[in-house]
């Protein structure tokens, strides 16, 4: 879907939280790429235009915000 933005801050979250297990990893990258359809769903951005707005820091806050909320929910 949208890998290069997905590893990209996939790289972010796991600098700063650091994965026990490759599974926990793979539920994070998962719910990654879940923040990112519903930001698009919900901006209704194509993906040439999710490709414009990416790298802005403030979008990758908001995909990791929603992504980690995401992930700590499935921990529980």
């Known amino acids: 879907m949208h890998s290069t933005a997905c590893s990209i801050i996939i790289k972010v979250i796991t600098g700063v939280l650091h994965m026990s297990t490759l599974h926990h990893e793979s539920l994070l ?44 929910n499935l921990c529980q």
Do not use: K, W, Y
Request: proline fraction near 2%; hydrophobic fraction near 40%.
């Open 29 to 72: 990258e998962t719910c990654m790429e879940q923040a990112i359809d519903d930001f698009c769903e919900s901006n209704r951005l194509t993906p040439d235009m999710f490709a414009e707005i990416e790298n802005h820091r403030g979008v990758q806050i908001a995909l990791e915000r929603s992504a980690m909320r995401m992930f700590e």
